[in-house]
Nanobody, 121 residues
Framework: QVQLVESGGGLVQAGDSLRLSCAAS????????MGWLRQAPGKEREFVGRISWSAGMTYYADSVKSRFTISRDNAKNTMYLQMNSLKPEDTAVYYC??????????????WGQGTQVTVSS
């Protein structure tokens, strides 16, 4: 059974940093993108960024580029989202998810339960 478990969310002030973790289990993720997505209250879920599990190549949404960094530790089967210079508009539930590299870019096969990030002004 595949499980993705996020942790590290919390309440911070604008300008602070926070690191989220996503611990994966149940399968190997070679050939997958591991991604972070977020959903703010009353808004649609949006893409934040992703990393290719094998090669470590990253890609980010423009809204977070230069502030957020995704990394992974293959030995620990864990992905991270380092968030710097946080803004109130970054407030959302953050989800980690996984999809096949050769799959539909809009469809993720596995999802975590989400972790709340709240940024106060």
């Amino acid at each position: 059974q595949v499980q993705l478990v996020e942790s590290g969310g919390g309440l911070v002030q604008a300008g602070d940093s926070l690191r989220l973790s996503c611990a994966a289990s149940g399968r190997t993720f070679g050939g997958y993108f591991m991604g972070w997505l977020r959903q703010a209250p009353g808004k649609e879920r949006e893409f934040v960024g992703r990393i290719s599990w094998s090669a470590g190549m990253t890609y980010y949404a423009d809204s977070v580029k230069s502030r957020f960094t995704i990394s992974r530790d293959n030995a620990k089967n864990t992905m991270y989202l380092q968030m710097n210079s946080l803004k109130p508009e970054d407030t959302a539930v953050y989800y980690c998810a996984a999809r096949r590299v050769d799959g539909d870019s809009g469809h993720y096969d596995y999802w975590g339960q989400g972790t709340q990030v709240t940024v106060s002004s």
